[in-house]
């Protein structure tokens, strides 16, 4: 299922069919409306036509999938006709293998992805990465909210709900839109012009959600997708890579920072009219050694960050993820890493409420 949610009742009543998928080989063709199978051992390509009666077929290959057919078309006002799709995860009880989703937010440190795209211009479809969110740790059903991330539109197709702005999120800019489907809400990113392939971090649309109130850091993520909601034809449009991997933190997964994430936080800022700096430093207060951090935090309404030094960040208004350079990775017991940035505000002048390392919130000092 996708943001629409329209056929949510039909689709339950098939949940039985989503249960145990067989491992694709390559080239694997599927034209059931609900068929799905298991790439690389780890996720789940499904056809997932749900908004016409008419055939969609797709392509399954070792990496990804093709559409080789998709006959039919409904009013680009409505809802699409499908959402074939690859994902990581738990969709209406059929959850990818190995996967450790769902996991809570305040647990997952990182959780890097990569997406290569093809498109077609004879056709109306989005090209969307689907990130979904829930109070509870469900692995089926219709989740609290939806964060659908648009690679690409062609035809006079849009988002649920109304534009609210826009935002830097994974360091591109973005136009956001907000709003809900009956079902669930929907916080859509779309880009300004198309992006082929693209590697980030999935964190930093979630913590997006969190610091505009449509989440909580006690609820969890439990899928993440991507592929393409086609409203007429859409034959030729492919995922031709996807990866997807969830750190929770703990010293025993591979690619995820390493060592007790126990903090401290000091923010020192100086502050005139319309604009500040800030100086932060962090101190590891566990028995080990952090090896790579990403602190994140909220910025207060009306504050921009304009430039930064001794961190890399992602985000430079609302929900900000600063991370380690080189030189500043390694934080032993006791030790400390600062970094710091400038930037303009409006209004009044306040500090962020709170702060996390590595997906743990710190003590602020």
Request: glycine share 10%; charged share 10%; with cysteine.
């Amino acid at each position: 299922m996708n943001c629409w949610n329209w056929a949510l009742t039909s689709l339950v009543s098939l949940a039985a069919l989503l249960t145990t998928a067989p491992v694709a080989q390559a080239d694997t063709t599927i034209c059931q409306p609900f068929g799905a199978t298991t790439i690389q051992g780890r996720y789940v390509v499904q056809n997932n036509r749900w908004g016409t009666n008419a055939t969609q077929c797709i392509a399954v290959t070792d990496s990804g999938f093709r559409i080789t057919q998709a006959d039919g078309s409904v009013p680009t006002n409505g809802a699409p006709k499908s959402y074939p799709s690859v994902y990581n995860g738990c969709h209406y009880t059929n959850c990818s293998p190995g996967t450790k989703l769902p996991a809570q937010l305040s647990t997952v440190s990182t959780a890097p992805t990569s997406i290569s795209y093809n498109y077609v211009n004879d056709a109306a479809y989005n090209a969307s990465y689907d990130i979904w969110l829930d109070p509870t740790p469900r692995t089926d059903g219709v989740n609290r909210t939806e964060i659908m991330i648009w690679f690409n539109k062609v035809g006079s197709v849009q988002p649920i709900g109304s534009p609210v702005g826009t935002a830097t999120v994974a360091g591109r800019e973005w136009q956001v839109w907000s709003g809900n489907n009956g079902s669930n809400d929907v916080l859509s990113f779309v880009a300004p012009s198309a992006i082929t392939n693209w590697t980030f971090d999935v964190m930093d649309f979630a913590r997006q959600a969190v610091s505009r109130g449509l989440a909580q850091n006690n609820w969890y993520l439990t899928s993440v997708q991507a592929g393409f909601e086609p409203w007429q034809n859409g034959a030729g449009l492919a995922v031709t890579s996807f990866s997807s991997t969830v750190d929770t933190g703990s010293s025993g997964d591979p690619g995820s920072p390493g060592g007790s994430t126990a903090c401290k936080v000091a923010y020192s800022t100086n502050a005139w009219q319309g604009g500040f700096t800030a100086d932060v430093t962090i101190t590891n207060s566990g028995s080990s050694p952090v090896s790579g951090w990403k602190l994140a935090f909220t910025l207060p309404s009306g504050q921009r960050i304009t430039n930064a030094w001794n961190a890399n960040l992602s985000g430079v208004s609302g929900a900000v993820t600063a991370s380690n350079v080189a030189h500043n990775g390694e934080v032993a017991s006791g030790g400390q890493a600062t970094f710091g940035f400038q930037g303009t505000s409006s209004g009044t002048f306040s500090k962020p409420s709170g702060f996390s390392l590595n997906g743990t919130a710190c003590t602020t000092v």
